[in-house]
Structure formats: structure tokens, C-alpha cells
């Protein structure tokens, strides 16, 4: 909250420039994944900085998107074959976002049109996957409709339509859920300033998820040294079923 | 009670793990089959990748099967040459597994491929010993003596080259059998994440003709061995084994493999067998319904990369 004083503070200090202008903060730069994660929650938070210091009348548009590092994917689809559900037809997208979460102040649709909301890829309907198929438009939003299906049901893909609060219509926080599965890697957090369905002033804040500690030492050591991970491994294994073994044999001899 | 695994990338109650540990270890050392029947389907089950639970499970079953083997060493209950030429079969068919599992990987098969085997598998051995124990229990109620199985190998393995003798077992037997059936378990183990004991134990006692006081140790020796293999190949190929997840199962399969080994000692032998009969089909009807109820997810993603 002392944050959100000191940007007001600074909103109204700082001469105004002639378009409007958003000032934002993450309550984190970094996410750290360490073995206690369960899941994490950021917010973002800012001012709109208005020319002259004239707030409009009409309360303001914001959307927030926070989105992860993007990877090709195949996505498939079960179908029933002589009673056993197998899969039959993939399809293969190459930009999918691991995470990819937008709050706004009114559904997405009623903010911006159909274009602009592509440009910027506000809401998970206008995200820009990038197909690579030869099939009809309706087989491609078929298999998008199970991506995102099944990214949101995993709390990957959030959508929150009234996600944004304004106060004053000028300060503007909204809080991202992340779950425990969240992939690793570089993100960025995009604030738009929105009226009449254009988009009037964008602002950027770079995030970063990674393991920390005891996790990422794993992870890089089962990466970068298979064999003496597996060792490692197997090593374990034994030794804990020998000290079992032995221990119980003790006792019954 | 959360914790996060390094490699599944996703956090899960560790007190459910270590119990489920315990559960499949306590299986494991009651019927000497190393429990990765239970284990892989079961960590699916909470949402842990598949990949992961099959090369995790491997480990653990390394684990449960050494803290078995060891009593039935002592015991010697473990038939060392036998047990080596099913090594060797298992070692080539843990390669041979670990090719066929990337090609059904890259064809997006694995799942129900894994899926139908198991249930053919478990359906079949379970059937089996169902009908055999339910015999044995009948005749032993109406004061019969139990039916003497004649304790030699099936028709036709008497052709095979290179017989020599296995004075533990009391056989003399072709070492091309025990490769074979070795190579077809390590197959399994790689693809199914198995030690491949409820398939092991039935065809040494029957189809080679083994007496039932080696072949418990025996198929743990083995075990031991070739998931350990398996370990290691799925650390170095696709760096699925969790070493974080292993662990926790470990800390409870190996205090559970001890206790079901002391549970064991004091049933009768054809109890046992029924209740592992049981088991088995009561697994094999619920992959049934999970390949022919429709899933809740009719599509699934995969990473394009690698």
C-alpha cells in the first residue's frame, strides 16, 4: 500500500506529458519456486498519469496480461476405436504461452474489438497460436477450444474479466493467481490503457519464475549430469533397501 | 504437507506419497512382485506427468526389491545362475523397451498402449492364479492333499539348446528360457515403469517349472538389476526420474516391503496367491473403465520439443 501512496504521490508531482501514461509495479520481480511451492500470487498494481493532471469522466479500460515463456505443442484428441479411447487427430501449434493470465475491468470483448484485441492478444480467445495445418478454420478453433480447455482447467490459462480494480480512476491493482505448475522462465506482465476500443498507453514489467535452492540444483544436475543423477538415483535406492533389509533380518535373527 | 518435485514440476502432499509407499511396498514384499503395477497408475492418478511416475517407479521398485531380495538371500531362497541369465535377458530388454517407448512417445500412443497391456497382463495372470489358488483352497478344504504339480518345464522348452543345470531349482533347462522371459520382463519394466514380478513369478513357477521356495527370490534378484537400468536409462535419456519423488516412496515401500514380508510368512501360500489374484483383477477392471469410460479430458498436450 505504501507502494500505491508513493506512485499517487508521484502521478501528481511529476509535470504531466500530452497522452496518458502508466506507471506500474509488480509486487515481485521474481517467483521462486522452492520445495514449499504451492502455487503463488502477484500483484500488479499502478497509476494512470493523466495529461495536466484532468481525469476523464468515464471510469478507464485497463487490461493486464501476464504471460510465460511460449513453446511448440502437439495437441491431441481421444476418440472412441472399437470401444477404447485412443488418440486419433493432433494438431500442432507452435507459440503457445506455459502461462498466460489477463485481468481487466470489463470483459474483453466490451473493451476492445476484434482487432486491436488480436494485436494485443487481450483474452485467451484471441491469443495468436500459430496452427500449423492444413485443416479448415473450424477443425483449428476446434483443437484450440482443447488447448485451452485443458490449460485452464489447470489453472494455466486465467481469465478475469472484473480481475482489475480501479480506485480514484487513476490507481489500478490486480492480483494473478499462479499455480504450482507453473513452467520456468522468463515473463512479462503487459498493462494496457484502453478507451473507445483503442489502446491509448501500454507498459511492460519483466518477471521471472525459476527453482530455486535444493529444486533448481536438482533439476540442473538431473539435466546436465544424466548418468551420475541416475547413479545418484539407484544409489538411494539400494542403499535405503539394504538398511531395510538388514535391519529387519537383525531383528528376526 | 505440500512439497514441490523438482522434475514432475508440480507440488503434491508428501504424507500421500510416503503412504502410498507403504501400500504398494507392504504388496511388494507380501507377494514378491515389485508393486510398479500399482504405483505407476496410482501417481497418475494425482496428476503427476506419466513420464515422471514410470521412471520414478522404477527407482522405488530398485528400492523394495533390495530390501526383499536380501531376506530371501539370506534364506537362500534365490537361485543366483538362474537369476543371472534372466539379468542378461532383462538388461537387452530394457534397451529394447527404452527404443519402443520414445517411438510410441513420438506417435502419441503411449498411454493407451500402456493402458491395454496392462490390462491383457494383469487379466490374464490374474484369471490364472484366481482359478489355480481358488483349486488348491477347495482341495485343501475337503482334506485332500494338495494336488502335486508335476515341477518341470513346459513342452517344448526341453528343445532348446545348451541344456545345463540349475541345482538350486532342480531343473535342468536351456539358458535360452530365462534370457527369453527375462528380455520380454525388461521390455515391460522400461514401458510400464514394472518390475515385471506378477508376470516374473507366474511363468517361473509355471511355464519353467521352478519351485515356488526360489521363485519369489529369485524374481527380486532379477528386479533389482533391471530397474536399476531402467533408472539409469530414464535419467540419461529423458530426465524424467525424480529423485525427490523416489525418495518419498522409497521411505515408505521399504518399511512396508519389510512388514508384508512378515504378513506373508504367516498365510497359507494358496491365500496368498488368491488374494493376489484379487488384486490383480481388481486393477486390471479399473484400467478397463479407464480406457473405455469417456475421459473427463478428451485432449491432451504435449511438449513438440524433444
Known sequence: ?253 | MEIYLPIAEMSVNWALIVALGLLVGFMSGMFGVGGGFLTTPLLVFTGIPAAVAVASSATQITGSSVSGAVGHYRRHAVDVKMGGFLVAGGLVGAVLGSLLFRWLQKQGQVDVTIGIIYVLFLASVGGLMLRESVAAIRAAARGEPPARRARRPVRGLDRLPWRMPFPRSGLVLSPVAPFLLGLFVGVLTLIMGIGGGFVMVPAMIYLLGMPASVVVGTSLFQIVFVSAAATLLHATQSQTVDILLAALLLVGGVVGAQLGARTAARLPAERLRLFLALLLLGVAVRLLLTLTVTPAELFSIQSAAG
Open chain 1, 1 to 253: 500500500m505504501r507502494g500505491l501512496a508513493l506512485l499517487l504521490f508521484l502521478c501528481l508531482a511529476i509535470p504531466a506529458p500530452a497522452a496518458p501514461r502508466l506507471v506500474t509495479e509488480l509486487s515481485q520481480s521474481r517467483i521462486d519456486i522452492s520445495y514449499r511451492f504451492a502455487g503463488a500470487e502477484l500483484l500488479v498494481f499502478g497509476a494512470i498519469q493523466y495529461p495536466g493532471g484532468r481525469t476523464p469522466r468515464e471510469a478507464p479500460g485497463i487490461a493486464i496480461v501476464v504471460r510465460g515463456p511460449t513453446e511448440a505443442v502437439i495437441v491431441r484428441e481421444k476418440a472412441r476405436v472399437a470401444g477404447i479411447w485412443v488418440n486419433r487427430e493432433s494438431m500442432r501449434f507452435e507459440t503457445v504461452p506455459g502461462f498466460y493470465a489477463v485481468a481487466t475491468t470489463a470483459p474483453p470483448r466490451d473493451l476492445l474489438d476484434e482487432r486491436n484485441a488480436a494485436i494485443y492478444e487481450i483474452g485467451v480467445r484471441h491469443l495468436q497460436l500459430s496452427p500449423v495445418t492444413s485443416a479448415g478454420p473450424d477443425k483449428v478453433r476446434h483443437f484450440e477450444d482443447g488447448l485451452v480447455g485443458v490449460r485452464a482447467r489447470r489453472g494455466l490459462f486465467v481469465e478475469q474479466p472484473y480481475g482489475v480494480r480501479i480506485t480514484d480512476d487513476v490507481l489500478f491493482r490486480a492480483r494473478i493467481p499462479f499455480p504450482s505448475a507453473v513452467p520456468v522462465g522468463p515473463y512479462q506482465a503487459e498493462i494496457y490503457l484502453i478507451r473507445d476500443e483503442q489502446v491509448l498507453a501500454r507498459a511492460t514489467a519483466p518477471l521471472i519464475v525459476d527453482k530455486s535452492g535444493f529444486e533448481r540444483g536438482m533439476w540442473l544436475f538431473a539435466h546436465q549430469h544424466g548418468l551420475l543423477y541416475g547413479l545418484l538415483a539407484v544409489g538411494l535406492a539400494v542403499g535405503s533397501g539394504l538398511a531395510a533389509g538388514n535391519l529387519m533380518s537383525r531383528r528376526e535373527g
